[in-house]
């Protein structure tokens, strides 16, 4: 079956990393995604990652993909109090499966 | 260029009640996905429309359904709404059914009372 598992919330100070885990179930997965909301909003794709890749970097942002143990990681380099957001990682198969979504806070 | 537009942004309607949400998928994308994400949760998939024909459906009953129109286009109905049916209702486009280049739209927020 499948499952998106994340941890629920998330507090680092301005300038510091932010490192946001999922684990996910489906082994079949193409691809994983990280889409971030803001209040009031829809999702905004942050970046995505192929199920056959390790890791990929895209300006702050850096995903983890440890497939042994169907564990994703999003990486926030330099953290502004402008990403704080609700985080969420999906997986695909045949059809987008969410986590419950990590609230992230950014102290100043 | 404008992305994918949902109509309306908020409802109220009664227990019982019917309710039609629409989506206008962004220009070029011919699939549309709908969503509903009730307060705190992730978006869970309620079905996807492609050509016309609802190709994929998530676990929701029967009360739940929809249409693609030929400009791509799509409605979501609910029948004999449910308090429990409260949450933003979400849709996503895609240029075919392909797995990834989902743009969402911002989502109808409806409250059942």
């Known amino acids: 079956g499948e499952d998106v598992e994340q941890s629920l919330f998330l507090s680092v100070r301005e300038g510091d990393s932010s490192v946001i885990n999922c684990t996910y179930t489906?082994?079949?997965?193409?691809?994983l995604y990280w889409y971030k909301q803001e209040p009031g909003a829809g999702l905004q794709l942050l970046t995505y990652?192929?199920?056959?890749?390790d890791m990929k970097q895209d300006q702050r942002l850096t995903v983890l993909l440890n497939k042994k143990d169907k564990h994703l990681s999003l990486r926030i380099a330099d953290t502004q109090t402008g990403d704080s957001a609700i985080y969420f990682c999906?997986?695909?198969?045949?059809?987008?499966?969410f986590g419950a979504g990590t609230i992230l806070r950014v102290k100043s | 260029d404008a992305g994918v537009t949902q109509s309306p942004t908020h409802l109220i309607k009664t227990r019982g009640q019917q309710v039609t949400l629409r989506c206008s998928p962004k220009s070029g994308h011919d699939t549309v996905s709908w969503y509903q994400q009730a307060l705190g949760q992730g978006p869970q998939f309620i079905f996807q429309?492609?050509?016309?024909?609802?190709?994929q459906r998530g676990n929701f009953p029967d009360r739940f359904s929809g249409h693609q129109f030929p400009n791509y286009s799509s409605e979501l109905n609910v029948n004999a709404l449910l308090l429990g049916d409260s949450a933003l209702y979400l849709c996503?486009?895609?240029?075919?059914?392909?797995?990834?280049?989902?743009?969402f739209g911002s989502g109808t927020r409806l409250t059942v009372v």
């Open positions: 996503a486009s895609s240029p075919g059914q392909q797995d990834y280049g989902y743009t």
């Open positions: 429309y492609y050509e016309e024909e609802e190709r």
């Open positions: 990652i192929f199920s056959n890749m």
């Open positions: 489906d082994s079949s997965s193409t691809y």
């Open positions: 999906a997986e695909y198969g045949n059809k987008l499966v």
